[in-house]
Structures are given as C-alpha cells and as structure tokens.
C-alpha cells in the first residue's frame, strides 16, 4: 500500500473516531494493538493471510479486541481494515492516525521503546523533558519491545535518542567488527 | 688482253721469217687464228653482254641475302642479347624480391614470436596478479567472517549474561538514568 493510501485510511479511521466522541480511546486502543502485533508473528501472519476468508480474520481480530476490552468503535474500525485486505498495513495506519491526532492537539509524538512499561510518573517527565529538549510539545507513546534487552530509546520525527542495551550492544559488535 | 695481242703479233710476224715459220707444229692456222680470235671475241662480248649481268646479279642477289641474313641473325642475336639481360633483370629482381619477401616473413615471424611471447607474459602476470588479489580478497573475507562471527559470538553471550542479570529493578534504574539525563540536558 502506497502512503497516500496509508493516510487516506489513517484520515478515515481518525474522522470516524472523532465524530464517535472516542478519539483518545480509539488512539490509545490502537495504539496497544499495533504493540501486540508487533510482538506476534502469528498474529500478524494470521490477519495477512489471504487463504483464510476475511470473514474468519475480522472475527479473529474482534474476539482479540472483545478480550482486551475494547471499545466497539475500535473493534469496528480494525474489523474494516482487516476486513478492507490492508491488515498488513495496520501498524502503518495505526502510526498514522496517532500522528495525525497528536497534530490535532499540535503536539508531535515521541515514539518510545522500553522492555517495561513506563508508569505515569515516567512518562510525564519524559515527555517534559523531550518537549524542552526539542521545543515543541510532546506526547509519549510507549511501545514495550523486550528486544531493547533494557534502556529507552525516543525518536520524535528524525530525532532519535537511543538509551538501550540493545544499541550499546550493537555499537560494542561494530567496534569489535 | 696483252697475251692474246702477243699472239697477234707472233702469228702476222712469222711469214716473214721463212718456210720454217710455216712448220712450226705449235701455231695453228692463220685462219684458225682468225676465226678463233673473233669466235673468242664474239663469245667473250655475248657473255659480257648477256651471261655476266646475270651471274652478277645472282651475285649481288646472294650477296644482298647473305647480307640481310647476317643482318637478320645480327638483329636477332641482339633481340636475343636484350631478351637475355632483359631476363637476367628479372632473375636479379625476381632474387631480390624473394630475399625480401623472405626477410619480411622472418621479421614478422620474429615479431610474432616476440609479440605472443610479451603476450604470454602479461597474461601469466595477470593471472599470478589476479591470483594473488584473490587470495588476498579471500583471507580478507575470512578474516572478515572470523571477525564478524567472533563479534557475533561475543555480543551473543554478552546478551545473554546481560539478560540473566537486568532485572526489573536495573532496568527501571536505567529508564531513570535516561530521563534524568534528558532532564538535565534541558
């Protein structure tokens, strides 16, 4: 899927959110399923295959959401997606409309990957800290990727600052190399 | 002429020498002289007249072709002459030609030699060359590859002593260090 089809379903996802009155909810729930699919293999695989009916993958993805207790708004926009044949561009979409909702609030989104979750607390100062660090307003979005082996790494845009065990560990491999 | 006078004149002298003149056995005649000296005179002019001219012409005529023969054979030994220089040219030429034609068939046999020979150097060059920086590419990669793999290695077991040991609280210490650091750069 080209870009402009990403955004042009990202645009989408966000009016119908928005009109629903569950713009947060549908961003932050999102938002934790491109998390889960990122992590799952099977999943991801599942959703993108296209020998199982469309159907059975929409009701694959809802039950998942029903466990997580999402909202029917969320449940229903993933469900067309999926159902759309674009499940492998989900995690695209997903970024998208985070973005996009973020400039909505004209903030800009601090894409944050930790091992473990940061509480509130963390958070907030993190995103303190970065919004005065690059002089814009910030919003965290943590994605907890226990490949980062420990450590955060934040990238806003461009900008990446890279505070993982896993990027010290691959810093030492090219030194020794 | 004079002989044939002296006879005239000793034939009209004898009468008057006596009846021995009469004789003599040797002289013939007077009229027999007579007749003899114009049957000679009127042969000798019909021959001067008609049987000389001929035979000199015949003469002349067989002079003039042994003349012109020797001139043809003249001619022709010179023809001869010139057709045999004119051929020992062409020897000579055709002889030079071969010598050259042999001289440059050896120079370029000669260059030929040298040139597959110059050839066959630059190419065992090249391929000793072309070898050596194969080899060379080759323990570069492997070195490479004992490199890589002896990195590999290492961060492998770094990761998993580094995963043994970070512990929840070690890794909450380190998003703390982070923060506070991107605290204090503010």
Known sequence: ?177 | MNALNAVLVFATAAPEGGEEATTNPILPAWNEVIWGAISFTVLFVLIAKFAFPAVKKGIDARADKIRSSLDEAERTRDEASTILDQYRRQLADAKNESARIIEEARQAADKLRQDLKSQAEAEVAEIKQRAQEDIAAQVERAMGDLRARVADMTIELTEKVVQRNLDRETNLALIERFIDEAESAA
């Open chain 1, 1 to 177: 899927m080209q870009a402009e089809q990403v955004d042009g379903y990202a645009a989408a996802l966000f009016e119908v959110a928005r009109a629903e009155g569950a713009l947060e909810v549908v961003e932050e729930e999102l938002f934790k399923l491109s998390d889960v699919l990122s992590q799952s293999d099977e999943l991801r695989s599942t959703l993108t295959d296209n020998t199982i009916p469309a159907e059975k993958r929409q009701e694959i993805v809802q039950d998942l959401l029903a466990t997580g207790k999402a909202t029917p708004v969320t449940s229903n926009l993933v469900s067309f997606v999926v159902g759309s044949g674009h499940a492998r561009d989900l995690p695209a979409i997903i970024k998208s409309l985070v973005e996009r909702a973020a400039a909505e609030r004209q903030h800009s989104v601090a894409e944050v990957r930790s091992a473990v979750p940061l509480d509130e607390n963390q958070r907030t100062r993190l995103a303190s800290a970065l919004s005065k660090n690059l002089g814009k307003e910030v919003e965290v979005k943590v994605h907890v990727d226990p490949s980062v082996l420990g450590g955060i790494s934040a990238r806003v845009g461009d900008v990446v600052i890279d505070g993982t065990v896993r990027h010290r560990l691959d810093q030492l491999k090219e030194s020794i190399r």
